[in-house]
């Protein structure tokens, strides 16, 4: 497997997630739940893809602009998720930064995989990319 594989299999864990939040309403069990899978698997998925996807693109003129865009994104989707935290579930509100949240993702992770993968498949080689791979992986392992 190498680093977009890895990458794009846990950007279908998040929009499957998202997905799910969207149909709950109310302050239920469910819907907190699902929000506390959500923001674990963000922060680990930003802290590992930054350590080794980002990171490495950064070293290079080619993606380094990008890289440094995409990890600001990342901190962007963090502080909706601390406002969402500090929003009542059944609010209105709530509903509304969700669906922000759910659109900021999913901008974040079409322009990943339509872009900057594109990008980031010219300046890695395939060890580079399985051995990034394993690393993400392993982290993902241990953090979630």
Do not use: C
């Not at 929003?87 to 974040?108: F, I, N, P």
Request: charged residues 40%; proline residues 1%; without cysteine.
């Amino acid at each position: 497997m190498n680093i977009f594989e890895a990458l794009r299999k846990d950007h279908d864990v998040q929009r499957d997630l998202i997905d799910k939040l969207l149909k709950t309403s109310g302050d239920t069990e469910e819907r907190k739940e699902l929000f506390d899978k959500l923001k674990t698997e963000l922060v680990t998925h930003e802290d590992a893809e930054e350590r080794y996807f980002y990171i490495p693109l950064i070293e290079v003129d080619m993606t380094q602009e990008r890289a440094r865009h995409s990890i600001a994104e990342h901190h962007e989707i963090d502080e909706l998720v601390e406002k969402m935290e500090e929003t009542d579930r059944s609010s209105s509100a709530w509903l509304t930064y969700m669906k922000e949240l759910a659109h900021q993702v999913e901008h974040h992770l079409e322009e990943e995989e339509q872009e900057i993968f594109q990008l980031a498949g010219k300046v890695l080689n395939e060890k580079e990319k399985e051995t990034l791979a394993g690393e993400y992986q392993k982290h993902m392992k241990e953090n979630r």
